[in-house]
């Protein structure tokens, strides 16, 4: 049987960012799909089901990312995926707001690569055992 690395979507719609997380990502190992929309998130998270963690930009066209967690969690048999808000506007309260909104976890950007990593790591250790 094959090892595949997890893969990891990233749901952003600024294609510098994409890339230099996907830089990141895969030069850790893990695989990366991308999205610009919720959307084409949604549609990727039925087509790909070995993607093991959302990153979610809340700050999306069409939809912000309150409704994107809503959407993402309604999608059959990945109501428990772990998703992680990331965003740039860093105010008081807006990590609460993202976790009370259905996030397991919230990284502000610039994104701290090392508490990115570990979040990742933790959430696939859990979904492991």
Same mark, same amino acid.
């Given at each position: 049987?094959?090892?595949?690395?997890?893969?990891?979507?990233?749901?952003e719609d600024?294609?510098?960012? !994409?890339?230099? #997380?996907?830089? @990141?990502?895969?030069?850790?190992?893990?695989?990366?799909? %991308?999205? &610009?929309?919720a959307?084409?998130?949604?549609?990727?998270?039925?087509d790909?089901?070995?993607?093991?963690?959302?990153?979610?930009?809340?700050?999306?066209?069409e939809?912000?990312?309150?409704?994107? !967690?809503?959407? #993402?969690?309604? @999608?059959?048999?990945?109501?428990s995926?772990?998703?992680? %808000?990331? &965003?740039?506007?860093a105010?008081?309260?807006?990590?609460?707001k993202?976790?009370?909104?259905?996030?397991?976890?919230y990284?502000?950007?610039?994104?701290?690569?090392?508490?990115?990593?570990?979040?990742?790591?933790?959430?696939?250790?859990?979904?492991?055992?």
């Amino acid at each position: 049987m094959e090892n595949k690395a997890p893969s990891i979507l990233i749901i952003e719609d600024d294609n510098r960012n !994409i890339f230099a #997380l996907s830089l @990141v990502l895969k030069s850790k190992g893990y695989g990366c799909l %991308a999205a &610009t929309s919720a959307k084409e998130g949604m549609a990727l998270l039925v087509d790909f089901p070995g993607l093991a963690i959302v990153l979610l930009d809340m700050m999306i066209p069409e939809v912000d990312g309150y409704e994107a !967690i809503d959407l #993402l969690r309604k @999608v059959p048999g990945r109501e428990s995926l772990p998703i992680i %808000a990331v &965003t740039a506007q860093a105010m008081p309260g807006d990590e609460e707001k993202c976790l009370a909104a259905g996030a397991n976890a919230y990284v502000s950007k610039p994104i701290d690569v090392d508490l990115l990593l570990g979040l990742l790591l933790g959430f696939l250790k859990q979904n492991l055992s």
